[in-house]
């Protein structure tokens, strides 16, 4: 199996604390590194890891709150001194273009790599990347400005084949990929043989659903049915249940619910108010609801 | 005397390192916080030397560089995001000002406070603030994009009243600020008694000149002339000396050259390319031609 594993960057909200820096979170599908949120101080937090940032390929910003992004421009500025010359593929609210841009024209800098922007929108839900592997889908959530979550999912694998019985039933190496894909064997005596007999079930396909920020939105549960892992935002507490309300922020409670509604395999939660030092009280109250919860920690790393 | 002490909060170049951040110094004269350049991370710097951010009332930026002024945005979201209501105000190039404009815009945001700017100009020197303490200066350095420097200057103090002396000649108390500001007595028999005799002199007011981003530029020098600290940005050493002229950057020789030229008491040098893991042969460079140099590190304080 693929190796499929998210490093939290950056697990606080708003604000960050000497502790935790704002979003940002590193999915390593394969080698493959998508970066999800830059807040502020996120090459700096990566250099600390010793991940080599010129690796990552694909970033996706959610919206426009600045703990979301404001350490968007930094990372671009620094692949390009450190002389990046690949593309880097960034997906995110129209207007960050535009941010970019005007960032780029004042310090009078020319890219040496090629910089594709493609705009999301928080309408409906839709692919934005897919490649062989995987498969990544935008899809709205309820905030105060526009904001979308991210759904990555692997694509079904082939069937694997189990050499010994295509040696056993000298099955000819051209039909190998129809088999992969499915298919029967008919054999030259008019015998059907089962594609079960010769391959097997390749590995279960994964997902990981992103899901901040946004208050309490069921319209998503469709969308993350079934994630292997779902983050969801947990800015407050049930007891600041209004303040979360009126800041279109979730509670611990309610992102529990989310995980349980949706029948996901793992929930994590982050995007944690500055107020919260101490984290186990958000944990037990997730947990009540939704045992298998865990909490992100700047610099933790979750198998998917 | 008033504090008047100067702190290190980045002094690195162009990328943040693992040890260094991007360029910003907080200088407090008389526990009035002034905040000079603020690369990427400035404000959790500031939260991790527990200096209380929402204290600067006046932020300085030299250019639109981004390791000069990308922590800026979100130091002064997070300044609103914490209730602030006092006005802020920021002085720096023009453009800078549609750069926050922006990005408050995206986020919707609507500042608690107010945020006052005024631009700068880099044609030639200018003062661009001053109260009864101190004033501040702009003027131009030699960098690839519009940069200015900046001149810190105490005022001139009252001479300071000998409480014995004056009782001993009776002198009227209406006529004490005319002493403070230097006249003589005439007393009512005729004679006159020199102003020294009642009064002694103030301290010398004090300066600091910040330079950074600058080629070799010997313009700054009658402004710069005798500054108690210059900070004066040394980007390479002597021996990439075309690769910091290519760049409009100094040499650590060429900046203690400057300092001696200018006649300055102390030299600070900072900026340094993240190729330096080790310091010392800056400082080794530029003390063989200004011997009060002295490394600007990350945390340090200096007085001045």
Not at 2 to 11: D, N, V
Not at 83 to 95: A, D, E, H, S, V
Not at 275 to 301: C, H, W
Request: net charge neutral; with cysteine; hydrophobic share 40%.
């Amino acid at each position: 199996m693929l190796p499929f594993t998210l490093t939290i960057l950056g697990s606080s909200s708003a604000t960050p604390t000497s502790e935790r820096n704002p979003t940002a979170q590193l999915l390593n599908h394969g080698e493959k590194l998508f970066l999800i949120d830059c807040g502020e101080g996120t090459q700096v937090s990566l250099r600390r890891m010793h991940i080599h940032f010129q690796r990552i390929k694909y970033i996706f910003i959610s919206h426009l709150h600045g703990d979301h992004f404001f350490g968007l421009i930094g990372l671009i500025s620094s692949m390009h001194l450190l002389g990046r010359t690949k593309p880097l593929y960034i997906f995110g609210p129209p207007q960050l273009k535009e941010i970019l841009d005007l960032q780029l024209n004042a310090s009078q800098t020319t890219l040496l790599y090629p910089l594709e922007f493609r705009a999301t929108q928080a309408e409906k839900p839709e692919v934005i990347f897919e490649d062989g592997l995987i498969s990544v889908s935008s899809f709205p959530m309820l905030h105060r400005i526009p904001t979308t979550g991210f759904l990555f999912q692997e694509k079904p694998g082939e069937r694997k084949i189990r050499k010994e019985v295509i040696d056993l039933l000298k099955i000819p190496v051209h039909l190998i990929p129809k088999l992969k894909a499915g298919d029967d064997f008919f054999a030259p005596d008019g015998t059907v043989h089962s594609n079960e007999i010769f391959t097997s079930s390749p590995p279960l396909p994964r997902s990981y659903a992103f899901c901040s920020d946004t208050a309490y939105f069921e319209e998503i549960i469709p969308v993350i049915r079934g994630a292997n892992l779902l983050y969801h935002e947990t800015t407050f507490m049930n007891d600041r249940i209004v303040n979360a309300t009126e800041k279109f922020h979730s509670t611990t409670g309610q992102a529990a619910t989310i995980a349980a509604k949706a029948g996901v395999k793992k929930l994590l939660i982050g995007h944690y108010s500055a107020r919260y030092d101490d984290l186990q009280p958000l944990l037990n109250e997730a947990s009540a609801i939704f045992s298998k919860t865990e909490l992100a920690v700047d610099g933790m790393v979750f198998e998917i």
